[in-house]
């Protein structure tokens, strides 16, 4: 089966930086993807991971240990428009549907 | 990056009546396209798996005769509710895979289905 925990809440101030973790407990690994959602949106594509390490993209970057089952993803410079959901998907082995975590609702305040 | 466009935006119908949703790739071909789900506060359900010009995979619980998917070409997946009834109600959200690459899904702006 599929399992993908990640913080149900967090809250950051303006500026500031923020790490979002996600653990995964999957039948095979294929990649991992984050997304941001805002309230009432569909969710948009942030970065995706196969390999192991980092990757920086402007303010986001994220980070993979596939010995771990773990990533997270990394925001610097909040601004309150970060202020959103931020999904981590999971590509299990044979197929290429994504599993979701239930998502981090991130709260940026002044 | 991709784009998903999705159609209508918003519905509002009556009970007992069907709605369709069209899911498009604008510039890029989509071999195989997502529909999920989505109720408020939780997260993305996913429904079905659409493969263009083969029959799609309903995951576990969702009635394949109520939500019937056309996937008739690379660019284009519809979604009909038939039959609607208000528990229905909801955000539904297609995604279309890219066939290269990454294989990154990009989704559509989602459709809110409000049924009366």
């Known amino acids: 089966g599929q399992n993908i925990d990640q913080p149900t809440e967090m809250t950051a101030t303006e500026g500031a930086i923020v790490q979002i973790n996600c653990t995964y407990q999957t039948s095979g690994f294929n990649g991992l993807f984050w997304y941001q959602q805002h309230a009432g949106e569909a969710p948009t594509f942030l970065s995706y991971n196969v390999l192991d390490g980092l990757e920086e993209k402007g303010r986001f970057s994220s980070f993979l240990s596939r010995s771990k089952g773990y990533s997270y993803l990394l925001l610097k410079e909040l601004q309150m428009k970060d202020s959103a959901s931020y999904l981590c998907?999971?590509?299990?082995?044979?197929?290429?549907?994504?599993?979701f975590g239930k998502g981090t609702k991130l709260s940026v305040i002044p | 990056g991709a784009v998903v466009s999705q159609h209508p935006s918003r519905v509002i119908c009556k009970s007992g009546t069907s709605v369709k949703i069209e899911c498009r790739s604008l510039?890029?071909?989509?071999?195989?396209m997502f529909w999920y789900r989505q109720f408020p506060k939780q997260s993305l359900m996913l429904m079905a798996t659409?493969?263009?010009?083969?029959?799609?995979?309903?995951e576990q619980g969702v009635e394949k005769d109520k939500f019937l998917i056309n996937h008739a070409s690379l660019t284009l997946s519809t979604l009909t509710v038939t039959s609607a009834h208000p528990e229905d109600s909801s955000f539904y959200i297609c995604?279309?895979?890219?066939?290269?690459?990454?294989?990154?899904?990009?989704f559509g702006p989602g459709t809110r289905l409000l049924v009366l």
């Open positions: 659409s493969n263009e010009g083969s029959k799609a995979t309903y």
């Open positions: 995604s279309a895979r890219e066939r290269t690459g990454a294989q990154t899904q990009y």
């Open positions: 510039d890029f071909q989509a071999t195989t």
């Open positions: 998907a999971v590509f299990g082995a044979g197929s290429y549907q994504l599993t």
